[in-house]
């Protein structure tokens, strides 16, 4: 998303983080199958180290998107009054060119998993930076 953001001139207006739902990978850098492919497919270095979500990005952050149901549960979970119910929604939900409900997890697979996430998110960020812009028009 940040890549997308930056190629649309967005960057002083949009911030975007990355973040797990759980603690696994805390403090590591992006898994480097998925560096590699962000590499092939777009020519960008992925940056950052694993967080795990906070009840405050709740608050901060105007829309929380999960990769799959099971984060979307646990990030509900994190807010149990609702009050940041309407923020949090599955990222495949912004997909124009996929049919996929939820983005798969590649970990455990083969380079060609890592790359068709690539596409699938490519796909799903592109429409949500789309919807974006029509919103502020």
């Known amino acids: 998303m940040n890549y997308l953001v930056a190629q649309a001139h967005l960057a002083s207006s949009i911030t975007c983080d990355s973040v797990g739902t759980a603690s696994y990978h805390i403090g590591s850098p ?11 497919k777009l020519g960008l270095k992925l940056l950052g180290q694993a ?13 929380i998107l999960a990769m799959d149901a099971e984060n979307y549960r646990d990030i509900l979970a994190l807010d149990p009054s609702g009050q940041y119910k309407h923020k949090v929604h599955l990222m495949c939900e912004f997909c124009s060119k996929h049919t996929d409900k939820e983005v798969p997890d590649p970990y455990y697979g083969g380079p060609e998993g890592f790359n068709y996430v690539i596409d699938l998110l490519l796909d799903a960020c592109s429409g949500l930076l789309t919807q974006i812009e029509r919103a502020s028009s």
Do not use: I, V, Y
């Not at 992006?30 to 092939?40: E, L, N």
């Not at 405050?56 to 105007?62: E, G, H, T, V």
């Open 30 to 40: 992006p898994d480097r199958r998925m560096s590699t492919a962000a590499a092939s």
């Open 51 to 63: 967080r795990q979500l906070q009840k405050s990005d709740l608050a901060n952050f105007d829309l």
